[in-house]
């Protein structure tokens, strides 16, 4: 999707986009082959294409900081096929919804083959580290609650990356709801253990661990793995569904 893309040049909004796929030559290399045929203004065609030229050169070297400053953030997930293999999924426990007020208690992070999970008071430190080594982030409700909190208590933490937040092109192909509600619609299975567990048990499970409940902290813990794993599963259903969806809008007469 993102050779398709074109609305991270400077002055190409989602109209001129439009066109472009209108004319059928939608790929970067399409247009550039038939640039001619795209009734758009001549000055328009001067910047898209010195934009594609400058994209493929900085997509080539895996500049991803280029895309995630360039693309509107709704838009992260256009680039997600061609920065999905150094991705990390992230979701946190915390005690409360304010960061000013409340702590994280775990974070979870998955590569798309090991969930890693760092606890408060062990070695939750250690995030700032591992996630500076992933290109993309994908999480739920993550550009509202997870990457602020983490920045919160972590502020030398540089979120440059790409960070696609799931809920919002979800949103967009009907999905809507929270994180374990989507998961029932695309019947995602959770553990008979963690499968009845809400964010409210979350803050319990972390009460339990501290009076020195341990089995509880392995239930937060198996519970926030299932949460980061399952976004790897959403994606790669509803990804397909995302680029289809985003075609026919802008192709609606």
């Known amino acids: 999707m993102l050779t398709s893309t074109y609305i991270h040049i400077p002055g190409i ?3 001129i986009e439009k066109r472009i796929w209108e004319s059928g030559h939608c790929q970067w290399d399409e247009y550039l082959e038939n640039q001619e045929c795209v009734s758009i203004p001549a000055t328009r065609k001067e910047r898209i294409e010195k ?13 991803f900081e280029y895309f995630a400053n360039c693309l509107p953030g709704a838009e992260h997930w256009r680039a ?10 992230v979701d ?6 304010s ?37 993309l982030l994908v999480s739920f409700n993550g ?29 967009r192909i009907g999905l809507t709801g929270g994180l374990k509600a989507i998961e029932k619609k695309l019947e995602i299975q959770r553990t008979d253990e963690t499968v009845d567990i809400t964010g409210f048990d979350a803050v319990r499970l ?31 259903q509803t990804y397909p569904q995302f680029i289809e969806r985003t075609f026919q809008k802008a192709l609606e007469k």
């Open 13 to 15: 909004g989602k109209t």
């Open 51 to 63: 934009g594609i030229i400058e994209s493929k050169d900085h997509l080539e070297m895996r500049d």
């Open 80 to 89: 997600f096929e061609h920065f999905s293999d150094s991705v990390a999924y």
């Open 92 to 97: 946190i426990e915390t005690t409360g919804l």
């Open 99 to 135: 960061a000013s007020s409340s702590c994280i208690t775990v974070v979870g992070i998955y590569d798309g083959k090991d969930a890693k999970t760092y606890v408060k008071g062990i070695d939750l430190d250690d995030i700032v580290e591992e996630l500076e080594k992933y290109e």
């Open 143 to 171: 550009a509202r609650f997870d990457l602020p909190f983490i920045k919160h208590e972590f502020p030398e933490i540089n979120f440059n990356q790409l960070h696609v937040d799931l809920m919002y092109p979800l949103r």
């Open 206 to 236: 972390w009460h339990e661990y501290e009076r020195g409940n341990e089995g509880s902290l392995d239930l937060l813990l198996e519970y926030n793995k299932e949460d980061i794993v399952n976004l790897k599963t959403i994606i790669d």
